[in-house]
């Protein structure tokens, strides 16, 4: 349900909400918050609540250090996992200067802008995510460790399974969020773990995916674990994928169009993956997964093969085409991922860009013969940066 200003404020005053998150995050995907009561919200509403951007990684400087939170009203959320007897509720907000323009590194603005594109150009964009994440044990302390809450291997049972409990609780939390998870299952790593999602807008998907992980976090503090989603948790084993499937289509057109438009858009893709990379891979640990248990180390796509950057899923029903990027990981801020995939893959459609041919070789095997003719991804965070900040496209979108 979307609610308005005055329904948020009917609610906060009628069901017993004592606290107020307002929520954003910062340009590598870190969740921020303050915390307000009932009595500030409308206040919030009509002038903001003030935060020091300056403390904020990548925001502002000393010198123009004020920034303002305003609430988006129809993004309110009960975190089901607190107490029904003075809830506490969520939403996500709007960064402006004090002269009330939109802050341009606030990046839930910027991917609103390029729906607002998407909506022009009438074309429907529909993600859905798949994380991945590690369950891990603590200690007598309740410090993190890294020993994995089993050792089960991909789609393994309870016994085996022991997160099993922890996915059901999970997804009832989601539920009762309004999210719903299309499936959950044991991941190939020890104490690794997936849920995935149903296709939404590219707005709704990046709020479900910044919900879904402070529920899992949430959830693994109440069972006595710790929840990791960082890109390679154990360096001998599976790291952690934040994999985006997207779809594409102009509902005024034939499917025959339709393939010609999505084949652009992953020609567009494609092309601008190295300055992109930064915001998709944050960490230096980002760079320690690509390469390897069927994460991508190359630019290149191919059917339903999980060596690529890209690959196209088998369907059975053609409505259902889309395509899948590999790359990216848990860290990324799904904001900027999202917003960057669209203006790339807008600019293979405005560009007439050509798809390359599919590369159909399993890459973890295949010799030099094939792989010293293809384009790498940045294999490191120096590199990929370098890249970002040569980018017309990546600079474009801090200015749109």
Not at 364 to 384: F, S, V, W
Request: glycine share 6%; hydrophobic share 35%; charged share 30%.
């Amino acid at each position: 349900m979307k609610y308005t200003k005055e329904e948020v404020l009917e609610y906060i005053e009628q069901d017993d909400v004592r606290f107020i998150r307002l929520a954003f995050c910062d340009l590598k995907g870190k969740q921020k918050n303050i915390a307000i009561l009932p009595c500030e919200l409308n206040r919030a509403f009509d002038e903001g609540i003030s935060f020091d951007a300056s403390a904020v990684e990548g925001f502002t400087d000393e010198v123009h250090s004020d920034l303002f939170l305003f609430p988006i009203p129809s993004t309110l959320t009960v975190l089901p996992w607190r107490s029904m007897q003075g809830k506490v509720v969520r939403m996500f907000c709007e960064i402006r200067h004090p002269d009330g323009s939109i802050f341009s590194k606030d990046s839930r603005s910027i991917l609103c802008k390029a729906e607002k594109l998407l909506k022009e150009r009438n074309l429907l964009i529909q993600i859905g995510s798949e994380l991945e994440f590690y369950l891990f044990k603590t200690d007598e302390k309740g410090e993190r460790t890294k020993i994995p809450y089993d050792n089960a291997g991909y789609l393994d049972v309870a016994p085996e399974d022991k997160g099993e409990n922890v996915r059901r609780e999970i997804c009832q939390y989601l539920e009762q969020m309004g999210i719903v998870p299309e499936s959950s299952h044991h991941e190939e790593g020890p104490g690794q773990n997936e849920i995935d999602f149903r296709y939404s807008s590219p707005l709704k998907a990046a709020d479900n995916v910044l919900n879904f992980k402070t529920v899992v976090k949430a959830v693994a503090d109440k069972n006595g674990l710790y929840a990791d989603f960082s890109p390679k948790p154990l360096l001998t084993e599976s790291g952690n994928g934040f994999h985006i499937n997207i779809s594409v289509k102009n509902e005024s057109i034939s499917s025959e169009e339709n393939f010609e438009i999505q084949k652009k858009f992953m020609a567009g893709i494609m092309a601008h993956i190295e300055e992109i990379t930064y915001y998709l891979n944050p960490t230096e640990e980002s760079y320690l997964r690509l390469g390897k248990n069927k994460a991508p180390k190359y630019i290149t796509w191919s059917k339903e093969n999980r060596s690529q950057l890209i690959r196209v899923p088998a369907v059975n029903n053609e409505e259902h085409r889309r395509m899948e990027l590999r790359s990216a990981d848990p860290s990324a801020n799904p904001y900027l991922a999202f917003a960057l995939l669209i203006y790339a893959g807008l600019d293979g459609i405005d560009k007439n860009m050509i798809r390359p041919e599919p590369v159909n070789v399993n890459l973890y095997t295949a010799g030099r013969e094939i792989t010293d003719g293809l384009k790498k991804i940045p294999q490191n965070l120096e590199d990929a940066k370098l890249a970002a900040e040569k980018s017309n496209l990546v600079s474009s979108i801090f200015e749109k």
